[in-house]
C-alpha cells in the first residue's frame, strides 16, 4: 500500500520427470530486494532468476550443497552488477530457496525471508532471520520481551545477497516431509504485519490457494507499508513423502546423523586415563575408563549410521526449526477478523462502493453458526473468503474508477 515499485521476485520450478525429481527435486524462491530507485527490484529478480539456473548446473555436488552454491553464485552475479552501474551500488536482496527432495526438504537462506513448515496444529520456523534483532537475541544481549516490544528496529537485516562479493548461506534440513504438509516461503512484509500463529492457523484453515491470497489482503488490510510475498507448497502425493521419516515424528525430532568430534573426543580421554590408570597400577580404574571409552566410540558409531538407510540424508545442516507456534484457529482470531470486516464494511457504506452483499452475508452467517459450535477453523475460513472476495470487489471498482489508485484506507 505504501511502495510504488514491487521490490520482492519469486519463482517455483517443479521437476518435469522422475529423473530430474530424483536429482534436484523441486525448488520454490522468494527474494525481497532492497535498494534506491529500481535497485532491489533488480536484485530480487536476479536472485530468483540465477539460484535455479546455477542449481541445476551443479551436477557434481549434493542437492543441499549445490544449493548453497547456487546462491554464491546468485550473489556474485548481484554484486558484479551492482559494481557495474553506480545507480545500482550496493544493491542487495533477501534469498530464501526450499528444495523438496528424495532426502527432505532443505533451505538455502540469507536475509529475513522465511520458511515454515506447517504439520498438524503445529507451525515451524525453519530459518534463522538474518537482523539485529535476532542476532542480538542469540547473543543474548536482549530479551524476548524486548524484541517483541519494537525498540529494536525489525527490518534492519545483518546479511544479505549483493552488497559484497561473498556471503555466507545458512543451509537448514533436511526436514522430513510428509502429505499434508505444508510449507510457507514469506518476504517480511508478511511477517511483519501477520504474527506466526496467525500465519499458522490461517494456513491449516484455508486451500493454499486462498491462504495466499488472504494472507496478502491481511497484510495490507493492516497498513501494507511494505511489498507482501508468500508462496505456499502443499504435499499431496506420497511419492514425495521422506520414506523413512514419513510416520515419524516432526521437524523436531530428526535425528542428526553426524560423527560427533565430542564424543570421539571422549573416547580418546577415556582410552588415555585407561593407559595412565593401568600404567600406575590402578587395574580396576583403567578397566572402567576404557569400558567408558568404548561406550562413548560406539555411541558415536551409532548415531553415525541413524540415518543410514532409505532416503534420509546421513547428514544434517543449521539447527532449524528455531522456533514453533500454535496453528490453531480460536474464538479471538475470529472475532478480530471480524472486527476487521465490519471496519471494512463501514468504509464500503461510507464511500457508496457496490458490493453483492447476498453471498457474503450468507457465508458470513455460516462462519457465526461455526463459531458458535466451536468449530473456529471452519469460522475463520468463511470469515477470511468473504474478506477476499469483499476486498475483490472493491478493488474492481477503484481500478475501473481510478487504475492508479487501488488502495484501501480502513
Given at each position: 500500500m505504501r511502495r510504488a515499485i514491487n521490490q520482492d521476485a519469486y519463482v517455483v520450478v517443479l521437476a518435469d520427470s522422475q529423473q530430474r525429481w530424483e536429482r534436484r527435486g523441486h525448488l520454490f524462491v522468494v527474494a525481497d530486494g532492497m535498494g534506491a530507485h529500481a535497485a532491489g527490484e533488480l536484485a530480487s529478480k536476479l536472485a530468483v532468476q540465477q539460484v535455479p539456473l546455477h542449481y541445476d548446473k551443479q551436477i557434481d555436488l549434493p542437492p543441499a550443497e549445490a544449493l548453497r552454491r547456487a546462491i554464491?553464485?546468485?550473489?556474485?552475479?548481484?554484486?558484479?552488477?551492482?559494481?557495474?552501474?553506480?545507480?545500482?551500488?550496493?544493491?542487495?536482496?533477501?534469498?530464501t530457496a526450499l528444495a523438496l527432495l528424495p532426502e527432505g526438504a532443505v533451505v538455502g537462506h540469507v536475509g529475513d525471508s522465511r520458511c515454515y513448515q506447517l504439520?498438524?496444529?503445529?507451525?515451524?520456523q525453519l530459518t534463522f532471520d538474518h537482523s539485529l534483532v535476532w542476532e542480538m537475541q542469540a547473543a543474548g544481549d536482549v530479551t524476548d520481551e524486548t524484541a517483541r516490544s519494537?525498540?529494536?528496529?525489525?527490518?534492519?537485516?545483518?546479511?544479505?545477497?549483493?552488497?559484497?562479493?561473498?556471503?555466507?548461506?545458512d543451509l537448514e534440513g533436511p526436514f522430513p516431509v510428509?502429505?499434508?504438509?505444508?510449507?510457507?516461503?514469506?518476504?517480511?512484509?508478511?511477517?511483519?504485519?501477520?504474527?506466526?500463529?496467525?500465519?499458522?492457523?490461517?494456513?491449516?484453515?484455508?486451500?493454499?490457494?486462498?491462504a495466499a491470497k488472504f494472507l496478502v489482503d491481511l497484510a495490507n488490510l493492516r497498513g501494507g507499508p511494505d511489498n507482501i510475498t508468500c508462496v505456499i507448497v502443499e504435499v499431496v502425493d506420497h511419492r514425495i513423502e521422506t520414506r523413512a521419516g514419513a510416520s515419524g515424528g516432526g521437524p523436531l525430532t530428526l535425528p542428526t546423523g553426524r560423527f560427533?568430534?565430542?564424543?570421539?573426543i571422549t573416547t580418546l580421554i577415556c582410552w588415555a586415563a585407561a593407559g595412565l590408570l593401568f600404567l600406575l597400577g590402578s587395574v580396576p580404574l583403567a578397566i572402567v575408563a576404557a569400558v567408558l571409552g568404548a561406550i562413548s566410540l560406539l555411541t558415536a558409531l551409532i548415531r553415525l549410521g541413524a540415518n543410514h538407510g532409505g532416503h534420509v540424508a546421513s547428514s544434517r545442516y543449521g539447527n532449524g526449526p528455531y522456533r514453533?507456534?500454535?496453528?490453531?484457529?480460536?474464538?479471538?482470531?475470529?472475532?478480530?477478523?471480524?472486527?476487521?470486516?465490519?471496519?471494512?464494511?463501514?468504509?464500503?457504506?461510507?464511500?457508496?462502493?457496490?458490493?453483492?452483499?447476498?453471498?457474503?452475508?450468507?457465508?458470513?452467517?455460516?462462519?457465526?453458526?461455526?463459531?458458535?459450535?466451536?468449530?473456529?477453523?471452519?469460522?475463520?475460513?468463511?470469515l477470511a473468503q468473504v474478506i477476499s472476495d469483499l476486498m475483490d470487489q472493491i478493488r474492481k471498482q477503484r481500478e475501473a474508477t481510478d487504475p492508479a489508485d487501488s488502495s484501501i484506507e480502513l
Open positions: 554464491q553464485e546468485a550473489n556474485a552475479e548481484i554484486h558484479r552488477r551492482g559494481q557495474a552501474n553506480l545507480e545500482f551500488r550496493n544493491m542487495g536482496t533477501t534469498c504439520r498438524g496444529k503445529r507451525l515451524y519494537g525498540v529494536i528496529p525489525k527490518n534492519v537485516i545483518t546479511r544479505s545477497l549483493g552488497p559484497n562479493a561473498t556471503v555466507e548461506v510428509q502429505v499434508g504438509d505444508r510449507f510457507l516461503l514469506c518476504s517480511d512484509g508478511l511477517s511483519g504485519q501477520v504474527s506466526d500463529e496467525e500465519m499458522g492457523a490461517l494456513l491449516r484453515s484455508l486451500a493454499p490457494q486462498q560427533s568430534p565430542l564424543l570421539l514453533h507456534y500454535p496453528a490453531v484457529a480460536d474464538r479471538e482470531l475470529f472475532e478480530h477478523l471480524a472486527g476487521t470486516l465490519k471496519s471494512l464494511r463501514e468504509a464500503v457504506e461510507e464511500r457508496g462502493w457496490k458490493v453483492h452483499w447476498e453471498e457474503l452475508d450468507l457465508r458470513f452467517a455460516e462462519g457465526c453458526a461455526a463459531a458458535d459450535r466451536g468449530n473456529y477453523q471452519l469460522a475463520v475460513g468463511r
